[in-house]
């Protein structure tokens, strides 16, 4: 115990230290880390690798399945989720973020444990797809069926009235059985080009049934598919992407309080 | 303090648990985590997420420049690595990897402050480079110039008879000033076509040169240079993946232990 004091008390305060809770799954985590790079790059110039955003990140696959979780197949997350984020506070991170879109079934629980700033996945999504969106946007929606299922986006939506007239649309039964649900598991299977297709044919689906932008609500999803190949002809809304633009913010303006 | 040990208290112990101390730069960390997926896909089939490693990972980009210190131009990277490491311990790591070749010019200070079981990437390297290597093999090495000025390799090499037959063909000083340097710093500024384009070309000196093997000493390199596309007749050694690998079969091995 005092040799764990000793180094709680040598930890040098590194201000703007972004806390990443992943491993859900580790290859989506890998992912986000490359959208925190992209996004400073964007926002700073970065020039020299001490002007990127310093992480921590605690990568732990072993947290049980999320989904299953909510299907009452599996045990709960949330402990693990918890243990989790407080490896990242005793590293020192100041803001906890979740890239996986499944786990903030389990948020509201998790902030109060943690005790801890988070950003909310499903908040910074909505934010960028409501961004220059008409009255009475048509947003379609790709996800996991426990994402789908407990209405994770349209319950969050509903609770803001800047969200009040969007419409989604939703994959139908057969969609999430036949394409969607196979697509990210081929995603954690490392079957890429598989996955892709997939997931393709699903976010076309939205867009023949009216989708005017496309929220890809599930970490894996971006692995495959993205804005910048545009192969859907409407914008594309990449959760994974929005979340890592906020911390980036975030970040950049703690370290500007301390340098000021 | 009293807060602090209470979270340290409530830590749960994750056998197997590895520490990336990275930043170094922020890509060359994101490209070591997606070869300790890929090499443990290949170590144990990976099937879902539970089957990958745990990993804790403190990307602190603003570590002091590496090559400006070796020069002599600029402060020791060792105090910000001393406390960056020791993040990754108070977030229960049980072994410490760095992915940066020439932040291993630190590495038995580092391995003294931390007290904490470390793997080298130089062996890992020249533990690869060896393998299958004739007597007198001869490795072309690509790295920074504090990499190439300190003798890392070399010396590390000297340091075991199994290496005792290798020769080293290296870049000349012409090669180092328009190829390497700059092609390394284009990898830095997400550059990566004029990286690739300036790294080949040096690669391709090192083989007219006689390198029987090509060994990737920066860990910036394998970004745009790779085994698989292997466009230089030779085999391709990255010291990244070594790294990986040997983190990937600690880290199971660990959990193997705790199941058994």
């Known amino acids: 115990v005092e040799q764990a004091m000793n180094s709680m008390n040598t930890l040098e305060a590194a201000p703007g230290l972004i806390g990443v809770l992943g491993g859900m799954g580790p290859l989506a985590t890998v992912d986000f880390m490359q959208k925190l790079i992209a996004a400073t790059a964007l926002a700073n110039g970065a020039h020299r690798d001490q002007d990127h955003v310093p992480v921590v990140v605690s990568s732990i696959p072993q947290i049980p399945d999320r989904v299953a979780a909510f299907r009452g197949e599996g045990i709960s997350p949330l402990a693990a989720m918890v243990s989790s984020g407080q490896r990242l506070i005793n590293a020192g991170a100041g803001l906890i973020v979740v890239p996986c879109n499944t ?3 389990w948020f509201a629980e998790l902030e109060a444990a943690l005790q801890a700033p988070m950003l909310h996945l499903v908040d910074a999504a ?19 069926d426990a994402t789908l299922a407990s209405g994770l986006y349209q319950t ?20 999430m059985l036949t394409l969607v ?3 990210i598991q081929a995603v954690k299977l490392g079957q890429l080009d598989q996955a892709r297709d997939l997931l393709s044919e699903a976010a076309k689906a939205l867009v023949r049934r009216g989708a005017g932008s496309l929220v ?11 804005s910048a190949s545009n192969q859907f002809q409407v914008p594309v809304v990449d959760a994974t992407a929005s979340l890592a633009r906020r911390a980036v913010t975030w970040s950049l303006a703690q370290r500007q309080l301390v340098l000021a």
């Open 126 to 144: 909505l934010e960028d797809a409501a961004s220059g969106m008409q009255a009475g946007a048509n947003l379609g929606l790709l996800c996991t």
């Open 216 to 226: 890809l609500g599930c970490t894996e999803i971006p692995l495959v598919l993205n």
């Open 156 to 175: 969050r939506a509903a609770q803001s009235e800047k969200y009040a007239a969007v419409h989604w649309t939703l994959p139908t039964a057969s969609e």
């Open 181 to 183: 649900v196979p697509g």
């Open 103 to 105: 786990a903030h079934l």
